[in-house]
């Protein structure tokens, strides 16, 4: 059974950092798409971040962030623990809200406006406030 457990969320003042991290159970595929999204309360859940692995043999990846984050954010995957993370800095209050994981394929592209996929983890909360 696959499972994405998120954890490292909680509470900053603005200009703070976090970093969330993704652990993936029995996740076995070799070319995939992870990436986090976030929802706030009253809106549409958001893609922050995204990274595509092209497999093994070319060890090979890209990522993708939202406007919003570019520069202050970074998408990272350690591939010998299976965990994928999320590095915040200079966080904003605009940036508060549930953190959530999730990984798919790569068909139909990997990208922050992409919303189908196959596993979702139970999310981590985010809140930057002075």
């Known amino acids: 059974q696959v499972q994405l457990v998120e954890s490292g969320g909680g509470s900053v003042q603005p200009g703070g950092s976090l970093t969330l991290t993704c652990k993936t159970l029995n996740y076995t595929a070799d070319k995939f798409c992870m990436g986090w999204f976030r929802q706030a309360p009253g809106k549409e859940r958001e893609g922050v971040a995204t990274?595509?692995?092209?497999?093994?043999?070319?060890?090979?990846?890209?990522?993708g962030y939202t406007d919003s984050v570019v520069g202050r954010f970074i998408i990272t995957r350690d591939g010998a623990k299976n965990i994928l993370s999320l590095q915040m800095n200079n966080l904003r209050p605009e940036d508060s809200g549930m953190y959530y994981c999730a990984a798919g394929g790569l068909s139909g592209g990997c990208y922050t406006r992409r919303r189908t996929f196959d596993f979702w983890g139970l999310g981590t909360q985010v809140t930057v406030s002075s």
């Open positions: 990274l595509s692995a092209f497999g093994a043999a070319t060890d090979a990846f890209a990522t």
